[in-house]
């Protein structure tokens, strides 16, 4: 069985994004056109859909990850180098709010669960929904390269 780290990342992303936007308990709240993903950005994302792919790339992680993944890690993840003009440039975390509440509308819309006191993982409905996002994305690379269909296990 094929799965999410056997697929590119970005056409997992990608595929696992327009499944998200299918969804009614994922969506961007009002203020997520006019917020930064951190203090280390200068802009707010030039993608009209970040707020998908940001969901899509948070499963991908959480389906990778063997062990619950809690909000402070995601920040540190997705944080980055803050430019400081002329002196050195530091790690900054990136922000928290987006990232939680990505984490709540994936928790309702049932592909996420809580791991009291250590964060969050993958439901086995998440799980499943990976899978078959993962299957179709292999599939779609095979058609491209048919010498990739002998890694199918």
Known sequence: MVTAKEVPADELIRELAEELKKMPQVKPPEWAMFAKTG?????????????YVRAASILRKLYISSEPIGIGTFRTI???????GSRPPHFRKAGGSHIRKILQ???????????????????PAGRSFVDKVVKRVFDRLVERMPEMAKYAG
């Open 105 to 123: 509308q994936l928790e309702a819309a049932g592909l996420v669960q809580t791991v009291k006191g250590r964060g969050r993982t993958l439901s």
């Open 78 to 84: 997705y944080g980055g180098r803050k430019e400081r």
């Open 39 to 51: 203090s280390h950005k200068e802009k707010v994302p030039e993608d009209p859909d970040w707020w």
